[in-house]
C-alpha cells in the first residue's frame, strides 16, 4: 500500500445483542511470508499486508488495567508470525482462514475480519488479495 493510498476500513461486525463491545484491531501488518500457488511463488518470501479486526465482548475488565483482562493484539501479531513460520501456505485465503481461527480461539472473541493483501501480485495493482469475515455460533 503506498503512503498517499487512503486507509483500508475494515466495518466492525454488526452488533446481535445489547452486550457492550469493542474492536481489537491491528493495521497494515507487513511480514514476508511463503506463500502462493504458482511455480514462480514457491522458494521465496514476499511480502504480505494483513489487517484485523477482532470484535470481542466488553467485559470492563480494562477498569483493573491488567493485560490479561482484554484480548492482546501484542500475542495475536505473534501467533500471526508463527502460522507463517510453519511453512509455505499457498491461497490467501488459508491464511486469512488461519489467522481468523487464531483470533477466534480467544474467549472474549466474538468475530473477525481478516485482510490478507500481496502488494505484488498485479504489477498494475496496489495489492490483491481477499477478506473474510468469521463469527463464533
Known amino acids: 500500500m503506498a503512503h498517499n493510498d487512503p486507509p483500508v476500513k475494515i466495518t466492525p461486525l454488526p452488533r446481535t445483542d445489547s452486550a457492550p463491545r469493542r474492536t481489537v484491531f491491528v493495521r497494515d501488518l507487513q511480514l514476508d511470508a511463503f506463500i502462493g500457488a504458482y511455480e514462480s511463488e514457491q522458494g521465496a ?7 484485523i479486526d477482532i470484535d470481542v465482548v466488553d467485559s ?9 483482562d482484554v ?21 490467501v485465503e488459508t491464511l486469512a482462514e488461519r489467522i481468523a481461527g ?4 480467544n474467549p472474549l472473541a ?3 475480519t481478516v485482510r490478507v493483501q500481496k502488494p505484488r501480485a498485479i504489477a498494475e495493482a496496489a495489492a490483491a488479495g ?4 468469521r463469527a463464533k455460533r
Open 45 to 51: 518470501a514476499q511480502p504480505i499486508i494483513i489487517d
Open 60 to 68: 470492563g475488565a480494562p477498569d483493573a488495567d491488567r493485560i490479561d
Open 71 to 91: 484480548l492482546c493484539y501484542n500475542k495475536l501479531t505473534q501467533g500471526v508470525k508463527a502460522i507463517l513460520a510453519e511453512g509455505h501456505i499457498k491461497l
Open 102 to 105: 487464531l483470533a477466534l480461539a
Open 110 to 112: 466474538v468475530g473477525v
Open 130 to 133: 481477499v477478506q473474510i469475515t
